[in-house]
């Protein structure tokens, strides 16, 4: 998958360093994720999930990502509806996902923090798009 500036592919060896820095950077570490869809926590959702170095953070790339990510499962894989799930303290994460069209559904304590759930459905993607 590819976006202007951005391209989303199968993770090989040669990702092996940054995906290190990844997992020992604590200023990502603070708030967990990853760049997938999958399942979500209550077994129903599909929820969209992302993380990246600080040195991407600010310019965009996030938000063209993550879109890229939403189009996808909206259009090729037909999803009804798709969720995130950010720490409510994660000002930059709730940011993005309200600029992506998402709202929040609901707040749960997990992970010893509290939590934003994000939704957004195929209908409300389509009428933002």
């Known amino acids: 998958m590819r ?7 199968r993770m090989t060896d040669k990702d092996i360093p940054s995906i290190r820095r990844l997992y020992a950077d604590e200023e990502v570490r603070r708030y967990l994720g990853g760049v997938s869809l ?10 969209v999930s992302y ?5 991407y953070w600010g310019k965009g790339y996030a938000k063209e990502a993550v879109a ?3 189009t996808h499962g909206f259009q090729k894989l037909e999803l009804h509806r798709i969720v995130a799930e950010t720490q ?7 940011r993005l996902l309200e600029n992506l069209g998402m709202r929040v559904e609901e707040e ?3 992970f010893g923090a509290r939590q934003a759930i994000y939704a957004l459905t195929r209908e409300e993607w389509l009428l933002s798009s």
């Open 3 to 9: 976006t202007e500036r951005c391209s989303i592919e």
């Open 51 to 55: 993380q990246f170095l600080p040195e």
């Open 108 to 110: 749960v304590e997990r």
């Open 88 to 94: 409510v303290l994660n000002e930059r994460s709730c």
């Open 68 to 70: 890229a990510v939403l």
């Open 38 to 47: 999958s399942t979500h926590h209550n077994g129903q959702d599909t929820e």
